[in-house]
């Protein structure tokens, strides 16, 4: 769908013409490419007292083929602009050593280029019990959330938690955020436990030789997933309901995968999933992504109980459903131990949204699943995550109200919708076989928007 304000501020009568009425002018956003660099600019890396994590941090960087710069260097007038400043202040236990970050930031943020990252890197406060050193590590999230709606020209600042025994799965997380794969995901806190990774990895295509099911893939989202992860190297299985059946296999073909015509409610799904994954595919399956989704919007007073239903069923009872099945290690074409879940949930299942409690009800509880979930298949290697989109510009978006379309858009950080690729990038992201230490979270993927904040 296209942003026609965002077109004109960016066309040469358009930006002046905003520059003079002093209207927002959204920057767009760079988004990654096969082939593409990591960084537009060299990173600049600081640290607080021993900042244990950045040697970790050097090492991924390094091998992405990110230059990196020191300090001295990027505060100098003249230095080239930055693509990236990562701060390591997992070991800040005062709130004195805050005064580090702020000095770390003052410097680089002037010089940072377009669509630059900021990322913060901390330890998790639960894991404190001393209340200075969990205030500490806490006031992160304050200036992570802060400075991403300070910064401009399409740059992000986000935060990782680095958990116990979370600095061995690092790599993966860092990549993501400091690459454009992020592109609309800021102000977000994620946390990385423990987690063995999988072999080396192919930056290029880090799910090759992978096989996953995408739900819903015949348009919008699902049918970005499908694409984003057959780029990424992966065998791509598109379900979607039959009426959907033309477009279906169009995106199947597109990405070299196979279609599969199914309705998740129909109480038999997962085991016409892993049915086709041990036909088609001839191994088990790797990758889970739950897109598929449906509003029934309604404010609760006039919701009957059958327009309730036919959205818990759809978002969230055919979830939990099909998970059962594939998660039966003994069951053919079922999850491979090591393997992923992504489910889709929304910013109106953190926020809840007028009209919408059936809605918000089927999108939180999908949070609930993942977090409890992935406590009990941890021990397989397997992790499960939700992704919580925000406004993205899609056929559902475009069908509403100019009006509350207009404030969808540019109630956030970067002043613009997302498109469908930055829900699969996340969720592509997810799905990596060395991203082995982020599990039971919701990762928003919204541009820091107000709704849900
Ligand atoms: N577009 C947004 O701004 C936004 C924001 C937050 C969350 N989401 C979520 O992202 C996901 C995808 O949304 P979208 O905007 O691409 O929606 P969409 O309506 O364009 O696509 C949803 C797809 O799911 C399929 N589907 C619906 N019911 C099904 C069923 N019973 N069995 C199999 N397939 C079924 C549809 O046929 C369709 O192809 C949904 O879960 C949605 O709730 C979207």
Same mark, same amino acid.
């Given at each position: 769908m296209s942003d026609r304000y965002l077109d004109l501020v960016g066309s040469g009568l358009g930006r002046t013409l905003a520059a003079r009425l002093g209207l927002p002018r959204p920057t767009p956003l760079r988004r990654y490419a096969l082939g593409q660099p990591v960084l537009e600019g060299p990173a600049v890396l600081a640290g607080v007292g *021993? *900042?244990?994590?950045l040697t970790r941090v050097r090492d991924a960087l390094e091998h992405a083929g990110v230059q990196i710069q020191d300090t001295a260097a990027a505060s100098d007038e003249g230095a080239a602009r930055l693509g990236a400043v990562v701060v390591d202040a997992s070991a800040a236990r005062t709130v004195g050593d805050l005064e580090a970050v702020r000095a770390a930031l003052v410097p680089t943020l002037k010089r940072l280029g377009s669509c630059a990252r900021v990322l913060l890197l901390g330890t998790p406060p639960a894991q404190l019990t001393a209340p200075a050193e969990a205030a500490t590590q806490h006031a992160l999230e304050g200036i992570v959330r802060s400075v991403a709606k300070e910064l401009r020209e399409g740059a992000t600042a986000n935060l990782l938690l680095v958990a116990e025994g979370g600095e061995t799965a690092l790599a993966a997380p860092v990549r993501f955020f400091l690459s454009a794969r992020s592109a609309y995901v800021d102000g977000q806190v994620l946390q990385v436990g423990p987690g063995a990774p999988q072999g080396a990895v192919d930056l290029d295509h880090p799910l090759a030789g992978k096989v996953a099911v995408v739900t819903g893939a015949a348009r919008g989202i699902g049918a970005a997933i499908a694409e984003v992860l057959a780029r990424d190297g992966a065998t791509v299985l598109c379900a979607d309901v039959p009426a959907a059946g033309d477009s279906l296999a169009a995106v199947a073909n597109r990405v070299g995968g196979t279609a599969l015509q199914l309705d998740i409610t129909t109480p038999d799904a997962g085991e016409r999933i892993a049915a086709h994954v041990a036909q088609r595919h001839g191994q088990r399956l790797d990758v889970i992504v739950h897109n598929a989704g449906i509003t029934r919007d309604k404010l609760l007073v006039n919701t009957d109980a059958d327009r309730w239903a036919s959205v818990l069923a759809v978002n969230l009872e055919a979830q939990l459903r099909i998970n059962d099945v594939l998660l039966d290690a003994t069951r053919e074409g079922a999850l491979a131990d090591g393997g992923r879940v992504i489910s889709v949930s929304s910013t109106s299942g953190i926020a809840g949204n007028r009209g919408q409690a059936s809605y918000a009800a089927s999108k939180a509880g999908v949070i609930g699943l993942v977090q409890a979930l992935s406590a009990q298949v941890a021990g397989r290697g397997i992790t499960v995550n939700a992704v919580a989109p925000g406004f993205i510009e899609t056929e559902m978006t475009a069908r509403m109200p100019l009006g509350t379309r207009e404030v969808g858009r540019r109630i956030n950080s970067l002043g613009q919708g997302g498109s469908p690729v930055d829900v699969a990038e996340a969720i592509a992201f997810l799905a990596q076989?060395?991203? *082995? $230490?982020?599990? $039971?979270q919701v990762l928003r993927v919204c541009g820091q928007s107000m709704i849900g904040a």
């Open positions: *021993a *900042a244990p994590l076989p060395d991203n *082995a $230490g982020v599990t $039971g």
